[in-house]
């Protein structure tokens, strides 16, 4: 079986992480979006929980679709367990959430960088 450097664990782990803290980016943002509007409550989804569930093989529900003309629905693993709370938005709470994100997701995007360039060396069979 050939070796394909971008099958490797830490690559498609931090794959993972980007897509999952882009999600959780749209669900902060969409909060912030409904801060004024009536009835709104403020979306969250467990980063941590999400990608370990991923991290075990474990997908979030799906549809099950026994018939051609049911409807699909969201393909697995697209859409993480976003989960109501219950509490109306709070702007300055949102905004800290919204930081960390960012901190963390450019600290993937760092992770990821170096992981390549590693495959890169190596697979030229140079040094730095």
């Not at 409550?41 to 099950?64: C, I, N, Y």
Request: glycine share 6%; charged share 20%.
């Amino acid at each position: 079986m050939p070796w394909n450097p971008l099958s490797d664990s830490a690559i498609r782990c931090l794959e993972k992480s980007l897509d999952l803290q882009s999600r959780r980016q749209e669900i902060i943002a969409a909060n912030i979006a409904n801060l004024d509007t009536p009835g709104y409550t403020g979306k969250e989804m467990d980063f941590s929980a999400v990608l370990q569930a991923h991290l075990q093989g474990r997908t979030p529900l799906t549809l099950a679709v026994t018939h051609p003309r049911h409807l699909t629905g969201p393909k697995p693993g697209i859409s993480p367990m976003v989960r109501d709370t219950g509490k109306p938005v709070d702007l300055d709470q949102e905004m800290v959430l919204l930081s960390r994100n960012q901190l963390a997701y450019q600290a993937s995007v760092q992770m990821l960088n170096k992981k390549l360039e590693q495959l890169k060396t190596s697979m030229e069979g140079g040094t730095r």
